[in-house]
């Protein structure tokens, strides 16, 4: 997936997890069982994670490579292992 629709899928699940919240406390203030929709908060919060963490990955891959091009960048961490 792009780096572009990973960040803009992070940016509309946060917009529902918002939502699901409110949805939440509304659901305590009615005195209902809010149960099913904190299970589903928590997925959605980590699916939210994972998208996170492939877009960290994705931002330091292309933070490795010189810009415009293919070709990775040997910095003084990779130079160690050699």
């Known amino acids: ?3 572009e ?3 803009a899928e992070i940016e509309c699940m946060r917009r529902q ?3 699901q919240r409110k949805d939440i ?3 305590e203030r009615a005195g209902i069982s809010t149960k099913s ?3 589903l908060l928590g ?3 980590a ?3 994972d998208l996170c963490a492939e877009r960290d990955r994705q931002v330091g891959e292309q933070r490795r490579k010189y810009p415009g091009t293919n070709k990775v960048i040997n910095g003084p961490i ?3 292992f050699r």
């Open 47 to 49: 699916k939210v994670d």
């Open 25 to 27: 406390r509304s659901l």
């Open 5 to 7: 629709a990973v960040r």
């Open 17 to 19: 997890i918002h939502r």
């Open 1 to 3: 997936m792009p780096l």
């Open 43 to 45: 997925r959605m919060l």
């Open 78 to 80: 990779e130079r160690r």
């Open 37 to 39: 929709a904190e299970e």
